[in-house]
C-alpha cells in the first residue's frame, strides 16, 4: 500500500481578493505539499503576486482562507504569519540599506531565535550569531560583501542578500517572487543553487513566482497557471508548459475558463 501523502504545508480556499469591481484573486483552491517545489505562472496581470499577497499577509481577502499546517491564519498579520512558518522575498529588495551585509543577515538570525532586535546590545558581538550569519553568507557567495553596506550593495547583490535572509530565517514554506529579477546571466545560478538546496530539503515547501521559463523547467516539481485571477491549469511541468491554455495564455489569447 502506498504510503499516503503528507498534509499541506499551506493551503488556500476559495481563496478571492476585488478592488471594486475587479476580481483580482477568484476563488483560489490550491495545497502546497512539503518537499515540492511548485511554480506560479501565468501572463502580466494574472494575479499572481497578488494571490503571494493574500498568503503572505500584505492584503486581505474578500472570501476565502489560508490554512498553514491546518490553521486558519487568514485573520493574522503577515509578521504573525511568518512566525507560524510563511517566509517571504518580494520582487524589490526589502533590506536594512544603513546596515552591512552582515548585521542584515544577524537581525533575521537573531529574530528567528528569540534573541530581541536592539542593534546596539550584546547580541551584536555573539559569536554564535555572527557565525551562522557568515556561513548563510559564504552559500550566497556574499562573504566578501559582508562589511559593505546594504544600500550601496549593486542591483544582483541586494538581489542575493534579500534571499540569503529568507534562508535564514529558516521558514517551513519559502516564498520566492521573481527571485532573479534583474539579475545578470551570471548571477542568476547563485539564486537558482540556493533555491534548488531548499527544494532538497524534503520537509520545505517552495513557492515560486516566475516569468522565465528556463528558470521553471530547472526547478519546478509542478506548475499552477492563473489567468485573470483564476486557477486554469494545475499538473506537471512538461504537461502544463505544452497545454493550449498555457500557449494561449502566453501568447495573449483568450482562455475559456475548463
Not at 500500500?1 to 469591481?21: C, H, K, N, Q, V
Not at 529588495?93 to 529574530?111: A, H, M, Y
Request: net charge negative; glycine share 8%.
Amino acid at each position: 500500500m502506498a504510503p499516503a501523502p503528507s498534509p499541506p504545508a499551506l493551503e488556500t480556499r476559495d481563496l478571492t481578493i476585488r478592488f471594486g469591481g475587479h476580481v483580482a484573486v477568484d476563488a483560489v483552491n490550491c495545497a502546497f505539499h512539503p518537499g515540492t517545489l511548485t511554480a506560479i505562472v501565468g501572463p502580466n496581470g494574472a494575479g499572481k503576486t497578488t494571490y503571494f499577497n493574500l498568503i503572505s499577509g500584505q492584503l486581505r481577502p474578500t472570501d476565502g482562507q489560508v490554512l498553514v499546517r491546518g490553521e486558519d491564519v487568514t485573520g493574522l498579520t503577515a509578521a504573525a504569519r511568518t512566525r507560524r512558518g510563511l517566509g517571504r522575498a518580494f520582487q524589490l529588495t526589502n533590506l536594512f540599506p544603513g546596515l552591512t551585509v552582515r548585521e542584515n543577515i544577524r537581525l533575521v538570525v537573531q529574530s528567528r531565535r528569540g534573541a530581541g532586535m536592539d542593534l546596539l546590545s550584546r547580541a551584536a558581538r555573539r559569536t554564535d550569531l555572527v557565525d551562522e550569519a557568515d556561513a548563510v553568507l559564504a552559500r550566497m557567495s556574499l562573504a566578501g560583501r559582508r562589511d559593505d553596506l546594504a544600500g550601496a550593495l549593486p542591483h544582483g547583490d541586494q538581489r542575493k542578500l534579500e534571499v540569503a535572509m529568507l534562508a535564514a530565517l529558516e521558514p517551513d514554506v519559502f516564498m520566492f517572487d521573481e527571485p532573479t529579477a534583474g539579475m545578470s546571466v551570471d548571477e542568476v545560478p547563485t539564486i537558482l543553487d540556493l533555491i534548488r538546496r531548499i527544494k532538497e530539503t524534503t520537509d520545505k515547501t517552495v513557492l515560486l513566482v516566475e516569468h522565465k521559463m528556463d528558470v521553471v523547467r530547472q526547478l519546478a516539481d509542478r506548475i499552477i497557471v492563473l489567468h485573470n485571477g483564476a486557477l486554469v491549469a494545475d499538473g506537471e511541468p512538461a504537461e502544463v508548459i505544452a497545454s493550449p491554455i498555457v500557449q494561449e495564455a502566453y501568447l495573449g489569447g483568450a482562455i475559456e475558463h475548463a
